[in-house]
């Protein structure tokens, strides 16, 4: 017997709702018998699926080790709890929620300090004059070690590292740790900035260590059985159906003629496609064209000769073979 394919998602916090909405568009709707303390649940129509309600770091852990085949969680935490993550994990689909940057900051008052050149002078020099390094407050050790150990002062091409440090743990508040006393700079994450300012740090010029954002990943160490090989695909083909239609909008015009060479015209102008092929006499051209080029592209239309140009958001595109399947089964191996 094979167990049911796990979907890991966010239980509390800030991914939680976010990743709860970003199935549901897909129309994949959880379901929890006994109420949002259950940590374990299903998806409405889908049998073969299994969901487990967990922190967003422990999320992280069970993508690793292959306790669970699909997840939702932060790229920071990713890159911090699996070092060798190419070949435990895949990172399928980055979400558009979650932003957060990991940084290095340290306290306003360093006003010579902009960089992490500057930063390993103070580091050399505390050594030098009081015989102690510099405290790191963290609960990102990894990304830490791995950025003081390799990175590129001032955005320029020789690479120095930052020695004499080390790490103080943090396990929350980490921005208040300077005032405090227990270290001078930190590593943490920010996403408006407010936090870093009320603890009158700056984060340094070239001090991003990671730009984060939620994302949905695959395990590449998980039991992948012909059923949950199945499941997952199901459950893929819809996110990418969702997410192919939230990228896009449907244009619709009609021409009397030339309608030929509008859609070559279109396709290198706007990467604007038509999924139906060239209309039949008197149709409409219906076109896929990404968001971002949309007027553009209806102002091209009318000055190719169209009349009457519609626009219209979809629900789901269902493509065959969408990259995002693929992506799972390169990743996996077979089908
Ligand atoms: N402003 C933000 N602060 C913290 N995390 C954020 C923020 N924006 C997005 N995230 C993402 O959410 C993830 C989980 O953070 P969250 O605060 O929900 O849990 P946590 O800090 O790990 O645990 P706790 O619930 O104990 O605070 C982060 O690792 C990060 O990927
Ligand atoms: O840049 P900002 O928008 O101010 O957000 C950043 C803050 O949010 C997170 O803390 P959280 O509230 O999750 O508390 P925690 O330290 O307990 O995780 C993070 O650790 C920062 O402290
Ligand atoms: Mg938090």
Known sequence: MTGPLILAVPSKG?????????FARAGLNFVRANGAREYRGAIADLPDVEIAYLSASDIA?????GAAHLGVTGEDL??????DAAGRVKLLQPLGFGYADVVVAAPKAWI???TMADLDDVAADMQRRHGRRLRVATK????????FAWTEPGGGRARTSVSNYRIVESLGA??????????????????TGATLAANALKVLDDGVILRSQAQL???LGADWSVATRAAARTILTRIAAEVRARSIREVRARFDAGVERVLIDVAARFDARAPFGPPGPGAPLV????KKALFPLVEALAAAGAGTVTVATLEDVFEPNPPLVASLFDAIGGK
């Open 217 to 219: 990943v695959a395990s």
């Open 174 to 191: 980490t921005e208040g740790a300077p005032a405090a006393g227990a270290a001078d700079v930190v590593v943490d994450i920010t996403t």
């Open 112 to 114: 010579d300090v902009r």
């Open 78 to 83: 990713i890159r911090e709890q699996i070092p």
């Open 61 to 65: 852990g069970q993508l690793a080790s």
């Open 287 to 290: 076109l896929h064209a990404p």
């Open 14 to 22: 800030r991914l939680q709702e976010n990743a709860q909405a970003f």
């Open 140 to 147: 990102y050790l990894n990304l830490t070690r791995g950025f």
